[in-house]
């Protein structure tokens, strides 16, 4: 999973993609150019902050809502094909117990696995307030809490951001939320990481990373910096904050996305399906609460 190389899909949508092209090679319709320019986009998945939990509803957040929420996801998704899906923190919300705690994992995972078979985990304060974090990643079957991948010529980065300011990182209720922190280990992995790669780079995260308030990490400009040195960092997509939000610092698109949990009904969801163009122009295509964006690689 770490800083491997291209999975090579095979089947209906790698069949199909390959058909796309060929038809584009042997016809200058404007039909077929249009089919081979979208072909060549990496699409991806985006949510963040389901909540999920057998609960009632408390303030704005709607907890058992999640699932149906998620079923738009699916069918949406089953159209749209993205080459992979990124949960961006906060999948359950707390329980009183462990046991309580892995059921809520179970019953969501199981709706959010069916989605597609390539996917990734941010992890969220919520996700290990009553579980460890080999607890959780053991419940979705991911190995790390923070590594990168390759797809399609482009870096992927997923962060954790669930330490305490001493280091210790977050579990069984033993931190405040509002200290999040990405330790010297884990900065010290991401500078060679992104030193070690040539290609256009997009990072996950789910505390903030572009504000100083409660739902930034502490160390925020000094992450921020490791970033900017890569040169090679196009985005960063958050949650945590529960809003639309959008922040360029540094020549970097910081991208919060809209929580799924927050109001009732279909009318209240949000998700993205992020579009990604071999020469690093991002569209970021919002549903329901989601905005909408477009940015241009600048050379």
Not at 71 to 99: M, R, T
Not at 146 to 152: G, K, P
Not at 166 to 192: I, M, Q, S
Request: proline fraction near 2%.
């Amino acid at each position: 999973m770490t800083n491997g190389t291209d999975h090579i899909h095979t089947g209906r949508r790698a069949f199909l993609k390959n058909g796309t092209l060929v038809l584009a090679a042997t016809s200058l319709s404007s039909g077929m150019l249009f089919a081979a320019d979208k072909a060549s986009r990496l699409r991806v998945g985006l949510v963040t902050d389901l909540h999920y939990a057998d609960k009632a509803p408390a303030g704005t957040r709607h907890y058992r809502e999640t699932l149906d929420k998620l079923e738009a996801v699916a069918n949406q998704f089953e159209q749209d094909e993205p080459a992979f899906l990124v949960e961006l923190g906060d999948l359950i919300d707390a329980a009183d117990s462990v046991d309580v705690e892995q059921s809520y994992l179970r019953t969501i995972n199981r709706e959010f696995s069916a989605i597609c078979k390539d996917r990734h985990y941010v992890l969220g304060n919520h996700c290990v307030d009553t579980l460890k974090k080999d607890e959780f990643l053991g419940g979705v079957e991911q190995e790390k809490s923070y590594y990168s991948f390759d797809r399609s010529g482009f870096h992927f980065v997923v962060l954790d951001s669930c330490f305490r300011g001493d280091g210790e990182p977050y579990g069984r209720r033993n931190f405040k939320w509002t200290d999040a922190n990405v330790p010297a280990a884990e900065l010290e992995w991401l500078n060679a990481d992104l030193q070690a790669t040539s290609k256009q780079v997009i990072v996950f995260a789910h505390q903030r990373l572009d504000v100083s308030n409660s739902h930034g990490v502490k160390n925020n400009e000094t992450v921020r910096a490791v970033l900017e040195s890569s040169g090679n960092v196009l985005a960063v997509f958050q949650g945590h904050s529960h809003q639309n939000d959008l922040k360029t610092i540094g020549g970097i698109n910081y991208c919060t996305l809209v929580a799924m949990v927050e109001g009732s009904g279909a009318e209240n969801n949000g998700y993205s399906l992020v579009e990604i163009d071999p020469e690093g122009t991002i569209q970021v295509k919002g549903f329901q609460k989601q905005r909408h964006y477009r940015w241009e690689r600048k050379a």
